[in-house]
C-alpha cells in the first residue's frame, strides 16, 4: 500500500478515504482509499497532529496578528472617511441658587432664574446670537416702509409652540399688547411703550414707532406668549396664572415636569427638547434644573457630582472643580465693578476732592489682587475700549496737593486730614469717608478694602461698611445718604447708561447713584435716541463717556468675569460674551453629550 506525507496535494486524487495514523518521527501517514476527500475543515484539525505544542501556540499567534494586521489596516484606510459628529440625545441637570416664581417673558426680568427658564421655554421674533447682535427666530423676514418708522415682519410658518398651535400674529400682537398694558403690571412697560402692533394677515405684523429707533430688533427678542393660552386670563391676575408656572411657548426646549417639597418650595423643573422646534435643535435631550438657597449648597452639589453645571462661580472657588472632572468656562457680561461718589454729600461735591479720590485708584494694581480673570475698565462701557478714558493717571502725591489745595491739612502728629473751622466757636472736619458694600460679593469686598488702603495713604478716614444687597439698594434709592456706594453694574445689551446717569434718574427710585445732574450728559444720552446708524452711535457713545469722566462722579474699577463650572462629558462648550445671566443658555444648543460616526 502507497503512502506519502500530505497527499491531498497530489494533482489527480478523486476520491480517497484519510486514516492517520501517528509515527515515532511524528510524520502524518494517510492510506489512500476510493473514497471522498476530506472537506478543508477536516483536513486543518490535522495540522495540529504536525506541530509540537510550542510550534502550535506560535502558529495560532501568527494567525491571530495576520488578522489584527488586517483590521488595523482597514481601519487606518477608513479613518480619512469617518467623521465622529454630535447627536442627539443625553440629558445633564445644572444647579441654579434660588427658585422660580413666574415663568414668563413679561415678567421673568424680576428674577434671574425666571429668566434662565424663559430663555430655553420661549422664542421671540428675534434673537441675539454670540456677538449679541439681533438675528431672526420666529421672524421670517422683515422690512422698513418708507417712513423709516413702521417695521413690517413676516412670521415663518413652520413656528409652533409647545401644545403643537401655530404661532400667527395674534400672538405677537397679544404680547405685546399685553407688556404695555399696565394692569399686568410687568416691569418693562415703559421699555415697549413707543411700539404699536398692528395686525396685517396671519402671519404679518407691523410695528409702528414714534419715530427711529435703531435699537429696536433687540427689543424685539421679547418671548412671544401663546394668545389661545393667556386670552382667558383677567389682565389684573396675570401674575397668578397657572401657565406662569407651566409655561408653554415655542423655544427649543418645553417643561415636562417640575417637583415640589412640603413647603411648596420648587426644587427641580424637567425641560425636555422640542422635537418640532422652528430652530437650530440643541442635541441634549434633557435639561434638569435644580434650585437651591444659596451658592453654598449649590457648590456642594458640584462636589459631589449631583449635578452637571453651575454657573457664575467666582474664580477663587472655581480653581477648587480643577481634579473634579469639570471644565471652567469663561463667562463675560456687560458689568462693571464701580465705586459711585453720591455728588449731593457735603463732602463729596467738590469736583477737585472726587477727582483726589480718582487720582489715589491704581486699576493695574487692583488687577493684580482680583486675579487675572478680571479685565480693568477706564469707561462707562465695559466692553467698548474705545469710548472715553480718564486722563487722570494714578499719581498719590497729585492727589495729596489736590487735597491740601481744597483745604485739607494734615496736622503734624496727625493721620486724618481735616478742613479748618470757618469761625472760632466750630470745629474742623475731619476727611471721614464711609463705602457701603453688599454682603453676597466677596470680590466686592476686597476692592472695597483696595479702595480704603489707598484712600488712607491721602489722610482719609475710611469705614467699610457691609449690608444685605436688597436692603441696601432700597435704602439707597429711597434716603440716598451714601457716601461711596460699591456695586456690580449690569448693563443691557445694547449698554444703555441711561438709568445710571440721566439726570430724571436722581430721584424717585432712580437708579443713578451718583446723584449726578449734568446737561452736557443728559444730552448725549438724548443723541443716542435718535442716531440712525452704528458709527452715529458710536461717535456719541464717545461724546457721552468722555462727559461722564470729566466730572468724576465715580471709579469705573474692573470688568468681573465668572467661571461656568461644566462636567467634562458635556463637549462643545467655549467661552461666552453675554448681556445677561441668562443668555449663557442660548448658545447651550451647540452642547451635546452623544456621537456617532459618519462616512464622509
Known amino acids: 500500500m502507497k503512502s506519502r506525507l500530505f497527499p491531498w496535494r497530489r494533482k489527480k486524487e478523486t476520491s480517497q478515504e484519510f486514516k492517520p495514523a501517528i509515527h515515532s518521527d511524528r510524520a502524518l501517514v494517510l492510506s489512500v482509499t476510493h473514497k471522498d476527500r476530506p472537506s478543508l475543515i477536516q483536513q486543518l484539525r490535522l495540522v495540529r497532529h504536525v506541530f509540537s505544542p510550542k510550534e502550535w501556540r506560535v502558529f495560532i499567534a501568527c494567525i491571530a496578528l495576520f488578522f489584527v494586521a488586517i483590521l488595523l489596516g482597514l481601519g487606518n484606510l477608513a479613518k480619512p472617511h469617518i467623521l465622529i459628529v454630535p447627536t442627539a440625545g443625553g440629558a445633564m441637570s445644572e444647579a441654579v441658587v434660588g427658585s422660580p416664581k413666574l415663568i414668563n417673558p413679561l415678567f421673568a426680568p424680576l428674577n434671574d432664574v425666571d429668566r434662565d427658564l424663559a430663555s430655553l421655554v420661549y422664542a421671540g421674533l428675534f434673537r441675539l446670537d454670540e456677538t449679541l447682535e439681533p438675528v431672526p427666530d420666529l421672524v421670517d423676514s422683515y422690512r422698513w416702509m418708507q417712513d423709516q418708522t413702521t417695521l413690517e415682519i413676516t412670521l415663518r410658518k413652520d413656528a409652533r409652540f409647545h401644545d403643537g398651535e401655530t404661532v400667527t400674529a395674534d400672538d405677537v400682537v397679544f404680547t405685546y399688547q399685553a407688556v404695555k398694558d399696565p394692569t399686568w403690571r410687568s416691569p418693562l412697560t415703559s421699555q415697549y411703550r413707543f411700539l404699536k402692533p398692528i395686525r396685517i394677515d396671519n402671519h404679518t405684523v407691523q410695528f409702528q414707532m414714534d419715530k427711529m429707533h435703531p435699537n429696536v430688533l433687540s427689543d424685539l427678542t421679547l418671548g412671544i406668549l401663546p394668545a389661545h393660552v393667556w386670552e382667558g386670563v383677567a389682565n389684573a391676575n396675570a401674575s397668578l396664572a397657572e401657565a406662569n408656572l407651566r409655561p408653554i411657548g415655542s423655544g427649543p426646549y418645553a417643561v415636562t415636569s417640575f417637583t415640589r417639597d412640603s413647603k411648596g418650595t420648587i426644587l427641580s423643573y424637567t425641560l425636555k427638547r422640542f422635537d418640532t422646534y422652528h430652530g437650530t435643535k440643541p442635541y441634549v435631550d434633557q435639561w434638569v434644573f435644580h434650585f437651591f438657597e444659596d451658592r453654598v449648597g449649590a457648590l456642594q452639589a458640584a462636589r459631589n457630582h449631583q449635578v452637571d453645571a453651575i454657573a457664575f462661580v467666582p474664580w477663587k472657588d472655581a480653581v477648587h472643580f480643577k481634579n473634579l472632572d469639570f471644565q471652567s468656562i469663561p463667562l463675560e457680561l456687560p458689568q462693571e465693578t464701580v465705586a459711585f461718589f453720591n455728588t449731593k454729600d457735603p463732602v463729596l461735591k467738590d469736583k477737585k476732592i472726587r477727582k483726589a479720590l480718582t487720582l489715589a485708584i491704581d486699576t493695574q494694581e487692583l488687577q493684580e489682587i482680583v486675579g487675572p480673570h478680571a479685565s480693568t475698565v477706564s469707561s462707562p462701557f465695559p466692553f ?102 460699591m456695586w456690580n453694574v449690569l448693563l443691557s445689551a445694547q449698554q444703555d447708561l441711561s438709568p445710571f446717569w440721566s439726570s430724571k434718574n436722581t430721584s424717585d427710585r432712580g437708579l443713578n447713584l451718583s446723584n449726578l445732574s449734568d446737561k452736557e450728559v443728559d444730552n448725549a444720552l438724548a443723541a443716542l435716541t435718535t442716531a440712525t446708524s452704528t458709527e452715529a452711535a458710536r461717535k456719541i457713545q464717545v461724546q457721552l463717556a468722555q462727559a461722564i469722566l470729566d466730572e468724576y462722579p465715580a471709579l469705573f474699577l474692573i470688568r468681573p468675569s465668572y467661571a461656568y463650572l461644566v462636567s467634562n462629558r458635556i463637549r462643545g462648550t467655549h467661552s461666552l460674551r453675554i448681556a445677561q445671566p441668562a443668555h449663557r443658555l442660548l448658545n447651550t444648543k451647540r452642547w451635546y453629550i452623544k456621537t456617532s460616526w459618519r462616512w464622509k
Do not use: C, H, M
Open 384 to 485: 467698548f475700549r474705545d469710548t472715553g478714558s480718564s486722563s487722570t493717571a494714578p499719581n498719590i502725591e497729585a492727589a495729596r496737593a489736590l487735597l491740601e489745595a481744597q483745604g485739607w491739612k494734615l496736622v503734624e502728629g496727625q493721620t486724618v486730614r481735616s478742613l479748618p473751622a470757618k469761625s472760632k466757636t466750630a470745629s474742623s472736619t475731619p476727611l471721614a469717608l464711609s463705602i457701603d458694600v453688599p454682603n453676597d460679593q466677596s470680590d466686592l469686598q476686597q476692592v472695597a478694602e483696595y479702595l480704603k488702603r489707598r484712600w488712607s495713604l491721602l489722610g482719609a478716614q475710611v469705614s467699610i461698611r457691609v449690608s444685605n444687597p436688597d436692603t441696601l439698594l432700597s435704602t439707597s434709592l429711597d434716603e440716598r445718604a451714601y457716601q461711596v456706594l
